[in-house]
Each structure stands twice: as C-alpha cells, then as structure tokens.
C-alpha cells in the first residue's frame, strides 16, 4: 500500500498550486482521505479531508476559502487545490486515507503518504 503525494513546489505569495495523491494497492474510493501539513519546527496540523464520496468536506479555519479538497475515486486520486497561497502555507503536504470516524484527526489515519514541500515565498 501506498500514497503519492506531489504537486509540490516554490510559488510567491498569492500564487497557486494543486497537490494530488495517488494510491497504489488501496481503493480510496472506499476511504475519506486527509491533508496535513508540518512547517518547520512545528507540529502537523490538519488541514482539509473529503468523504469517500466527496460529499462532505472539512477544512482548518487557516486555508478555509482559500483551499479547496476534492477527488476523482476513478483516477484513484484525491487533490487539493490551493489558491491565494501565504507564506505560513509553507510546510511539507502529506496525504492520509482512512481515518475511521475522525477525519480531522491525525492520529487515527491508518495510511500516510511520503509529503510534498510547499514553499511560498513573499
């Protein structure tokens, strides 16, 4: 089982980019899926999730507006399209799946991808 985390990169303030994860030997389809970030020096902090379905989405207050969760469960594939980028969005990315009934929740996720750096810089 694996998750794929990328999309990552250097971008200015303001700018944008989407991160995707992929999954090999999971369905995610089947799964809610997660985003978390860790900035250098801090804990991992959560940052969006989306249900198997895509029908219910949860976001931190930080990227809320700004960022926006979603999947393709026949690509196999969840992204996160983030917009208006600041320089505290700086961190590495990971992707989650399954998190049984805490999806905002790091500790209960049962899978984690490898992380994407984001660097914005102002």
């Known amino acids: 089982v694996q998750l794929q985390a990328s999309g990552g990169g250097l971008v200015q303030a303001g700018g944008s980019l989407r991160l995707s994860c992929v999954a090999s030997?999971?369905?995610?389809?089947?799964?809610?899926v997660g985003w978390f970030r860790q900035a250098p020096g801090k804990e991992r902090e959560f940052v969006a999730a989306i249900s198997w379905s895509g029908g219910t989405l949860y976001y931190a207050d930080s990227v809320k507006e700004r960022f926006t969760i979603s999947r393709d469960n026949a690509k196999n594939t969840v992204y996160l399209q983030m917009n208006s980028l600041k320089p505290e969005d700086t961190a590495v990315y990971y992707c989650?799946?399954?998190?049984?009934?805490?999806?905002?929740?790091?500790?209960?996720?049962?899978?984690w991808g490898q992380g994407t750096l984001v660097t914005v810089s102002s």
């Open positions: 030997g999971l369905t995610l389809g089947t799964r809610p």
């Open positions: 989650a799946a399954d998190p049984g009934s805490r999806p905002t929740s790091g500790s209960y996720y049962h899978y």
